[in-house]
């Protein structure tokens, strides 16, 4: 075996080790991107409106997430009502839950205030957009 063998053998190796990181990179990206399996794709708010539910749903104090809608409402007090997209602003995931007043984002752990909509912690910079909510007939319309 001659000494250039063993160093080929390194370059290829490395070679191949670079190409297999930049595979996984885009990998990594790709689930970063608002096309995603994570519930993005569509529109973060509703273009047209769209019955959410009751309003019972959303207890006085709290916040409900309707997550098929892309919808996160809250009840700051008796008869009122604030929406906001429960889509990410950072990637486009739908948020997966509420606890303690804080809608959490499962694929990078993004949280925000389901009250007003503001990032409590990133990797999200953007908050929440507005949703345009009433109350209708006992029944809740975001749009």
């Known amino acids: 075996m001659s ?3 063993p160093a080929a053998r390194r370059t290829v190796l490395k070679g191949a080790a670079a190409l297999a990181g930049t595979v996984g990179a885009g990998a990594s990206l790709a689930a970063c991107s608002t096309g995603g399996g994570g519930g993005a794709g569509g529109p973060a708010v509703p ?7 009751a309003v019972t749903e959303v207890p006085v104090g709290g916040a409900k997430l309707f997550r098929e ?3 996160v409402v809250s009840c700051p007090a008796e008869g009122q009502y604030k929406a906001f997209s429960a889509q990410c602003t950072h990637a486009g ?3 997966d ?3 303690k007043g804080e809608g959490n984002c499962p694929c990078h752990g993004s949280r925000f205030d389901v009250a007003t909509g503001k990032v409590l912690r990133g990797p999200a910079a953007e908050p929440l ?5 009433k109350a209708e007939n006992g029944k809740l319309i975001a749009g």
Do not use: F, R
């Not at 273009?47 to 539910?53: D, I, R």
């Not at 957009?129 to 909510?133: C, H, N």
């Open 97 to 99: 839950k509420i606890d």
């Open 3 to 5: 000494a250039s063998q």
């Open 93 to 95: 995931c739908v948020l």
């Open 69 to 71: 809608q892309k919808v």
């Open 47 to 53: 273009k047209e409106p769209v019955e959410l539910g």
């Open 129 to 133: 957009p507005a949703v345009p909510v």
